[in-house]
């Protein structure tokens, strides 16, 4: 008899309610400031960290090894067979390679499965909602793991950023240019490379009203190819993701659609005025 766990990371973004439903094992990130370590999602919220951050910017940390080898053991001891998880892409942070690395030293006592979201936040998330729905309908952990792949293929994700300041300070630039199109007010408008994982950019606009309208054209066209779900996501910037929101639930092709907070990690290196969506198409 087959006992799946799910693990993630904190930046997984799902609700309390998804984590318990499917008992989904998250392991959270740390903020560090100067004076204090926090945990995020537990003892620090996004608005936390954006409040904070003209005094100070933190750094960020990702679980270590010891900490995903003491959530292994514990597994372990609680007679789970397999291990399905996912965490932010492997071009964003090192966690997936930490993931990996204890799923090869645990292989011998419990099965895993570790995928590469090659994404962030709820579009990450929603790997962990796919395999908890499957778990409850009683598949098994091989026909789990061959449905993932497809779903994480068929989810995009767009963002655009207020400033570029917070992803250059936390290392987390990709193959974004910035400097000379900020002083001409350009808007990247950025997706993550499916093949390294990394941030890109995918178009250049000048202005945030011309970004928020280009992020509308694009969700459009990506939802009018066939039925999806939707998740709009922003950090400390409520209004504008609230429009998005109003904008995209009228298209007749959103089955449902969700919108949230980035997590606390996230917004270190986002900053304040991001703005994102994801598009998860039907794959079966």
Partial sequence: ???IALITDSICDLSKEIIKKYDIKVLP???IYKNREYIDGVDISA????????IEIPTT???SVGEVEALYEKLVAEGYTHVIGTCISSGLSGTFNNFNL????????????????????????ELMVVAGEMIEQGKSFDEIIKVLPKCRDNIKCFFTFSTLEYLKKG???GKISGT??????LKPIVSIDSKDGKYYTYDKVRG???AFNKLVSIATDLINEGPCKVKVLHGDALPKAERLYEILKQLPNVKSIELGVLSAVAGVHSGPGFLAFGVIKDFE
């Fill in 1 to 3: 008899m087959e006992k």
């Fill in 29 to 31: 990130l740390k903020i």
């Fill in 47 to 54: 608005e936390d960290v954006y409040a904070k951050l003209k």
């Fill in 61 to 63: 940390s990702m679980p």
């Fill in 102 to 125: 204890v799923a090869e030293d645990f292989s011998d006592r419990i099965k895993s499965y570790i995928i590469d979201s090659l994404s962030i936040s709820k579009a990450e998330g």
């Fill in 171 to 173: 290392g987390r630039i």
């Fill in 180 to 185: 000379i199109g900020e002083l001409l007010n």
């Fill in 208 to 210: 945030d009203k011309n």
